[in-house]
């Protein structure tokens, strides 16, 4: 059973950054072979795929982040980020990973995900 580990949320101001980081716990599975996304559910609203990318380290972003999120993974280290520039408040949310829907893979049970607040 793979178990999806976020972290690297927190409170920051409008305009600062934050880096997040997915990995899937234990040492024998690896995210690395999988296309990934990160999701993201701010209250009261449904969870949308924010940023994607390919085993090959292809991506995709929602407009709604374009410019100011970068997706990455480290391969070596079997880990995705997520890097968030200029921050704005309808940023917050609380931000997950998982495969990437539009991929044609089934999504793996959800993790805890990690809490993004951004104040204004």
């Known amino acids: 059973q793979v178990q999806l580990v976020e972290s690297g949320g927190g409170l920051v101001q409008a305009g600062g950054s934050l880096r997040l980081s997915c990995a899937a716990s234990g040492s024998i599975f690896s995210i690395n072979t999988w296309p990934m996304g990160w999701y993201r559910q701010p209250p009261g609203k449904q969870r949308e795929l924010v940023a994607a990318?390919?085993?090959?380290?292809?991506?995709k972003y929602a407009d709604s982040v374009k410019g100011r999120f970068t997706i990455s993974r480290d391969n070596a280290k079997k880990t995705m980020y997520l890097q968030m520039n200029s921050l704005k408040p309808e940023d917050t949310a609380v931000y997950y990973c998982?495969?990437?829907?539009?991929?044609?893979?089934?999504?793996?049970?959800w993790g805890q995900g990690t809490q993004v607040t951004v104040s204004s």
């Open positions: 998982n495969r990437d829907l539009n991929s044609g893979y089934d999504l793996w049970p």
């Open positions: 990318i390919t085993s090959g380290s292809s991506t």
